[in-house]
């Protein structure tokens, strides 16, 4: 299993930008994909993007494209996911998980093995 470790995520103003970083354990040359997802208070989880370890095929929510930018540093195990133009309905803990196999749909949490801690997320109007 893969452990992962979220930072990056704190208290933002209405339009800044935030860039959040998840951090694998070894074996990550065994990861299919990595994927980011929050979940606002009382809200299901959401995903957010997810990109495919060894090729960097990139996978962006409708909601968030244009503003969210996924990416990997495979030298250093770390996915990353770029936020601009925060809105306050931004707010969330954003939770980064991987994949080990191949699966049909990167936007579904359950097809997910592992996950992190999560990072929380407050945009102010």
């Known amino acids: 299993q893969v452990q992962l470790v979220e930072s990056g995520g704190g208290l933002v103003q209405a339009g800044g930008s935030l860039r959040l970083s998840c951090a694998a354990s070894?074996?990550?040359?065994?990861?299919?994909?990595m994927g980011w997802f929050r979940q606002a208070p009382g809200k299901e989880r959401e995903f957010v993007a997810a990109i495919t370890w060894s090729i960097g095929s990139t996978y962006g929510a409708d909601s968030v494209k244009g503003r969210f930018t996924i990416s990997r540093d495979n030298a250093k195990n770390t996915v990353y996911l770029q936020i601009d133009s925060l809105k306050p309905e931004d707010t969330a803990v954003y939770y980064c998980?991987?994949?080990?196999?191949?699966?049909?749909?990167?936007?579904?949490?359950?097809?997910?093995?592992?996950w992190g801690q999560g990072t929380q997320v407050t945009v102010s109007s």
């Open positions: 070894a074996r990550t040359f065994s990861t299919y994909i």
């Open positions: 998980a991987a994949a080990r196999a191949f699966i049909s749909r990167v936007d579904s949490p359950r097809l997910y093995d592992s």
